[in-house]
Every structure is written in C-alpha cells, then in structure tokens.
C-alpha cells in the first residue's frame, strides 16, 4: 500500500483519539498513532457486529410473526433486508481488522508517520475553517448529523486540497476509497457528492451548474 495511503488510515483512526495540543502533538510517537487506530478499529467491528446481531434477531422474530399476520410479511422482508446490510458492514470491518499487522509495519515508516501527523495536525489547527467549507457544501443538511466517520473522511479531504495542496482529484478519490473501506454501503457515493460541492465552492462556482 501506498506511503500515504497508509498515513490517510491512519489519521481517519486516530484523529478523534489523538491531543487537540499542537504541541504534544507534534511530540507523539509511532505507537500512540498505531494505537489510537487500533482501538478504533477494534471499537467499530463490536459496534458493526452488535448492531448486525441485534437487527438479526429483531427480523427473526418479525418474520416468525408474520408467519400467523400475512400482512406483516413484506415489512419483515424488509427489515430482514436491512439487517443483512448491517451484517456485510460488520463483515467488511472484521475484513479491515485483518489487514491490521501490514498497517502496523507500513507505519513504522517516517514518510507515513510525518503525512499521518500532518494530516491529524491540520484537522484539530483548521478545524473550523474546514468545518465552514463543508457546511456550505452540505444540501439540506448539517454537518453534526453526518455519519463520525464520513465527516471525518471529509474533512481529511478539506485539509488535503486546502492546507496541503494535494491535487483535488487525488484527494477526492482517496476519500472515495476510504468510504467504500469504512463507511456504510453507499456511503461513497455521498463523500464523493459533497466533495464536488466542495471543489465547486472553493472554485467560485455555483454549486447548481453541473462539472
């Protein structure tokens, strides 16, 4: 995997964990970056898995219900449904967990571990000015009430086209990839969405007129 690819992970993981100080920040080493991830990988797969065993359980009864209520059948279908999206999320993080021990070795590189501390840098000193760029670019809708972890892609995309001057295109498909790796089924789609919105407004384009 790629240098900052792996640093992008790695700040997606720990941000939330690590000192809002710059100072200490600036100061912490490896281990407290690889930590922070650790924990919050390991604190989403339980969450996925009790989240998916618990609707499971749920459309069970409903669909054992609705064996005697016929009328209640197609809305047992459905929460069935969505119980298995749930499972697949909980799959798709034990499937990331796997993929801990490369993360961990790929990090002991400087190149990581100085992107990575760039990045959860930028999020905590710029915070509000990124957060500023995303609520003009969210449509009906504010930025507290996005998914933890979206936002948190989002804003390591801000901080990357803003403050770090990597190319918009590069930072919008890395957040793509970090979605489709973190984030619910579609919740690609709604990254990228924002994120044209974002390149639109920091463009002083009108955000109604197509790309």
């Known amino acids: 995997m790629q240098p900052r690819r792996i640093a992008r992970e790695l700040a997606l993981l720990s941000a939330s ?3 809002s100080n710059s100072v200490k920040l600036s100061a912490q080493e490896l281990q407290s970056f690889v930590l922070a991830a650790v924990r919050t990988l390991v604190g989403e797969v339980k969450d996925a898995i009790e989240t998916a065993s618990l609707e499971l359980k749920r ?22 449904s969505d119980s ?7 799959i798709n993080r034990l499937g990331t967990a796997v993929d801990l021990p490369e993360l961990i070795q790929i990090a002991s590189q400087h190149d990581v571990r100085e992107y990575a501390l760039a990045l959860v840098r930028s999020l905590h000193e710029r915070a509000p000015e990124i957060d500023a760029i995303l609520e003009a670019s969210l449509v009906e809708w504010q930025l507290t009430r996005v998914a933890q972890i979206d936002r948190n892609i989002l804003k390591i995309a801000v ?19 970090l979605a489709k790796r973190y984030s619910t089924e579609d919740g ?3 990254v990228n969405g924002v994120l044209r919105r974002v390149s639109r407004q920091l463009a002083g384009l009108p955000q109604s007129e197509s790309r």
Do not use: G
């Open 59 to 80: 459309s069970s009864d409903r669909l054992e219900k609705s064996r005697v209520f016929s009328a209640d059948i197609q809305s047992a279908q459905a929460m069935l």
């Open 159 to 177: 901080a990357e086209i803003h403050f770090l001057e990597v190319p918009e295109r590069i930072a919008i498909n890395e957040a793509v990839e």
């Open 188 to 190: 690609h789609k709604f």
């Open 84 to 90: 298995l999206e749930l499972a697949q999320t909980a």
């Open 17 to 19: 964990q690590m000192p």
